[in-house]
C-alpha cells in the first residue's frame, strides 16, 4: 500500500535561512507526489506536484522539490525562508485509478510544522 | 472567482447524534472531495464524488456518508457521533475530468463531539 512519511514533527528557522522539509514514499511504480500548505484557520494549498518528468519541480512561493527515486523521497526546498512560510506543510501522494493514472483520492504524510524565527 | 464554501464552520454536538456537514464548490467543478484531519490521525481521505456518483472511497465506517447534488454541492452525514469523530471536515472541489485535477480546499468544518 502507499504511504508518505515526513520525519520531522517540528523545524524552526532563521527568517532568511534555507529550508529543507522532508518526505519519504512508498511505492513500487513512479509515484504522483505533492506537497501542500496549511495556514491557521485555512485550507491546503497546493505548492508544486510531481508526475513525471524533470525531477526538480518548482511551485509557487519560491519553492521547489526534488524527486529521488533511489532514496524514495520528495524533499521540499526554499533558499531563503520568509516569515510568512510559518505553516504546516503536507507531503502527498495520489493513489493510482484502474488505467494507472492519478487520482483525486491523496494519502498524506502526517505534516511538518515550520516556524520562523525572525 | 468564489473559493469552496463550507458550511457551518464550527459545530458542537454530543455523542450518539448526526451531523451533517456543506460543501459549496468552486462555480464549474465538478468534483467535490471529503477528508477528516485529526491530530492522531492526520488527514485522511474520506471519498469523492463526482456527477452525484461516488467516486472514491477511503476506509471508514459506515456511518460516514456523503451525497451530491445536481448543482455539484455536496454534503456529508456523520451518524452516531463518537467523541472520535470531532475533527476538522475539509472539502476540496476539482474540475473532475477525469483522473486527477488540482483540487481547491474549503477552510473546514471544526466539529467537536461532547
Known amino acids: 500500500a502507499q504511504s508518505v512519511t515526513q520525519p520531522d514533527i517540528h523545524i524552526t528557522v532563521s527568517e532568511g535561512a534555507s529550508l529543507e522539509l522532508r518526505c519519504n514514499y512508498s511505492?513500487?511504480?513512479?509515484?504522483?507526489l505533492f506537497w501542500y500548505v496549511q495556514s491557521p484557520g485555512q485550507g491546503l494549498q497546493l505548492l508544486l506536484k510531481?508526475?513525471?518528468?524533470?525531477?526538480l519541480v518548482q511551485g509557487i512561493k519560491g519553492f521547489e522539490a526534488e524527486f529521488k527515486r533511489s532514496q524514495s523521497s520528495f524533499n521540499l526546498r526554499k533558499p531563503s525562508v520568509h516569515w510568512s512560510d510559518a505553516a504546516e506543510y503536507f507531503c502527498a501522494v495520489a493513489t493510482v485509478g484502474y488505467y494507472g493514472g492519478a487520482t483525486n483520492k491523496l494519502i498524506f504524510g502526517t505534516g511538518t510544522l515550520l516556524a520562523v524565527q525572525p | 472567482k468564489a473559493g469552496v464554501t463550507q458550511t457551518p464552520r464550527y459545530l458542537i454536538k454530543t455523542r450518539g447524534q448526526q451531523v451533517t456537514l456543506s460543501c459549496s464548490p468552486i462555480?464549474?467543478?465538478?468534483?467535490v472531495s471529503w477528508y477528516q484531519q485529526t491530530p492522531g490521525q492526520g488527514l485522511q481521505f474520506l471519498f469523492e464524488y463526482f456527477s452525484e456518483t461516488q467516486r472514491n472511497k477511503g476506509n471508514f465506517p459506515g456511518r460516514f456518508s456523503g451525497r451530491q447534488f445536481s448543482n455539484s454541492r455536496s454534503e456529508m452525514n456523520v451518524s452516531t457521533l463518537e467523541l472520535g469523530d470531532s475533527a476538522l471536515y475539509l472539502c476540496?472541489?476539482?474540475?473532475?475530468?477525469?483522473?486527477?485535477?488540482?483540487?481547491?480546499f474549503g477552510p473546514g468544518t471544526r466539529l467537536t463531539v461532547l
Open positions: 462555480s464549474g467543478h465538478r468534483s
Open positions: 511505492y513500487g511504480a513512479t509515484p504522483y
Open positions: 476540496a472541489s476539482s474540475l473532475g475530468t477525469g483522473g486527477w485535477d488540482e483540487q481547491f
Open positions: 510531481y508526475f513525471s518528468g524533470d525531477t
